[in-house]
């Protein structure tokens, strides 16, 4: 759509013509010499290869147009002659992946991993989270762990509640499993029917406050007694910028590759990055559990403990084989 000339060229031979005509980017031979007139498109001029190419070169100014004596160009009113300004203009990097999607936890450099999709809204995610997250400390020397955030949009609060974590994952990273941990627990308060009244705005001042509560409790990393300042700190990338109470963190840009300008707040490129990590995955239910990158469609919600522990223990024994 920029017009930029493809890099594979074509011959055609025609009986009439009984010449090569190398055919860069679009072309057409009609066994009649001329070029395509963008403003007439049913209109043929009959001039020489040379000299068409050679002015088309210098009324559009497009070096990479500049071809062969023998060459034939085509224009045409769909694709643009211009230069492209994207080959200018400075790439946008929102969709780089500086952080890994998921909360790993376990032993990264083994060979066994287990990956968790899950969402915070919902409750079948939670069940999963709370029957696991114990066992887990069995098999951490032996395996990974990783949850994967994902945005179900039945739930329409479901962003929001991820959103949350990201922030947090961002800013306290230390914290990031512990918060897992009291959201789940807390999850039926954030569950549709208790907040269907809520706006945007409202939720995210109350999930920060949540966050921030949660943020403080943690002595064993932070030495944080000001509640107001860390949800400070939290709203700022929950809020867009250009938004009521909107203020961008500038470290932002950096880190995530968001901008003060953008439309959508902090977190948005990596929302983005986490739903197309989870939709190249195949996920569309939570829970659904992969073990070493293929899906274990046997493993329910409703498992017990013992039953986890049962196929954990199989996994870990697999390593002796």
């Avoid at 010499?33 to 190419?53: C, I, K, Q, V």
């Avoid at 274990?296 to 498992?303: E, G, N, P, R």
Wanted: charged fraction near 20%; glycine fraction near 4%.
């Amino acid at each position: 759509s920029c017009g930029v000339p493809l890099r594979h060229s074509f011959s055609v031979v025609t009986a009439s013509m009984r010449r090569k005509i190398s055919i860069t980017g679009f072309a057409i031979a009609l066994g009649k010499a001329g070029s395509f007139s963008a403003t007439s498109p049913l209109r043929w001029h009959s001039r020489s290869y040379e000299t068409d190419t050679v002015l088309r070169a210098k009324e559009e100014n497009r070096r990479d147009f500049l071809l062969a004596s023998s060459s034939l160009v085509f224009s045409s009113p769909f694709v643009s002659t211009l230069p492209c300004e994207a080959k200018t203009a400075p790439k946008r990097t929102a969709n780089f992946p500086r952080i890994h999607p998921g909360l790993a936890t376990g032993n990264v450099s083994s060979r066994v991993l287990c990956e968790c999709f899950v969402d915070f809204a919902c409750p079948y995610s939670r069940k999963l989270f709370k029957t696991l997250t114990p066992v887990m400390g069995n098999f951490e020397n032996d395996m990974s762990f990783v949850f994967h955030n994902v945005i179900q949009p039945w739930h329409h609060q479901s962003l929001w509640l991820h959103e949350s974590s990201l922030a947090v994952r961002v800013l306290y990273p230390e914290s990031e499993m512990l918060y897992w941990k009291a959201l789940f627990e807390d999850a039926p308060k954030w569950y549709d029917k208790e907040i269907y009244g809520l706006t945007r705005g409202e939720f995210y001042d109350k999930i920060a406050t949540f966050a921030a509560n949660v943020i403080v409790i943690d002595k064993s990393h932070w030495n944080l007694d000001d509640k107001k300042a860390v949800k400070s700190r939290i709203l700022q990338y929950l809020i867009p910028p250009k938004q009521t109470g909107g203020s961008f963190p500038k470290e932002a840009t950096a880190l995530l590759g968001s901008e003060a300008e953008d439309d959508e707040n902090a977190l948005f490129p990596m929302t983005r990055q986490l739903v197309k990590y989870q939709r190249k995955r195949g996920v569309h239910v939570t829970p659904t559990v992969f073990f070493n990158g293929i899906e274990q469609a046997q493993v329910s919600s409703s498992w017990t403990k013992e039953e986890w522990e049962s196929f954990l223990q199989n996994a870990a024994d697999s390593l002796e084989l």
